[in-house]
């Protein structure tokens, strides 16, 4: 499946899938909503990939994609795509739940063979980033392993609240737990994060795609 918001580009990327005969295109979708869509009539397929473009526009973007297929279709690939992207935007597409990322701007051979490697879920696909990012990036992995493993479930759950812009007893409201509490939580995930205030700890947690920072329902 191809998720582009650029009907050009979107059409393109389809028609160069489609030329090869062990490869085909389930559906084309512009905006998250609509893949959605698709994959709720292709799910049933098997070796079923979402190539999502970062771009994204609307209500949800590409991350929010990434992140809602990852929940609800744990066996779908996601490959995150995208022209010159940095590496924070390819970082954070891989903690959303991209199996990999791929430059739309990478050569046609090359960008089919990460189609391929990116439909069989398990290897690591980044195809169009320098290779000096790589070093980083297996750091940056690590370190977000690090965080997601010492915070706990209620602690992740009192973040995400927190990322709403919502003041403590509006969260203990939230979450049904007193203002003291929910206090005593920020402080530890401040120091769990290495850092001494609510926006260090938010900003940090969406580095490493533990929250997302955007609309909410």
């Not at 799910?43 to 190539?51: I, M, S, Y």
């Not at 590496?87 to 391929?116: C, M, N």
Request: positive net charge.
């Amino acid at each position: 499946m191809v998720v582009d918001p650029l009907p050009v580009v979107r059409s393109g990327l389809a028609l160069l899938i489609r030329s090869e005969a062990d490869l085909t295109v389930v559906g084309e979708a512009s905006t998250a909503d609509e893949a959605l869509e698709v994959l709720r009539r292709a799910v049933r397929r098997a070796g079923v990939l979402a190539l999502v473009a970062l771009n994204l526009t609307g209500e949800h973007d590409g991350y929010w994609l990434i992140r809602e297929i990852r929940e609800t279709y744990p066996d779908v690939a996601v490959l995150a795509c995208g022209a010159h992207s940095d590496d924070v935007s390819i970082f954070r597409a891989l903690f959303f739940g991209a199996d990999g990322f791929v430059d739309k701007t990478a050569r046609p051979e090359k960008f089919l063979q990460a189609v391929r490697r990116g439909a069989v879920r398990g290897d690591l696909v980044l195809e169009g980033v320098p290779p000096d990012w790589l070093a980083p990036f297996a750091a940056k992995i690590a370190r977000h392993r690090d965080r997601k493993s010492i915070l706990t479930g209620r602690e992740q759950e009192i973040l995400s609240v927190a990322a709403e812009g919502l003041t403590a007893r509006q969260i203990g409201s939230r979450l049904r737990v007193s203002e003291r509490t929910v206090t005593t939580h920020l402080f530890r995930i401040y120091k769990k994060l290495e850092t001494n205030n609510r926006v260090g700890a938010i900003a940090a947690a969406a580095r490493s795609g533990l929250i997302t920072i955007g609309p909410h329902e």
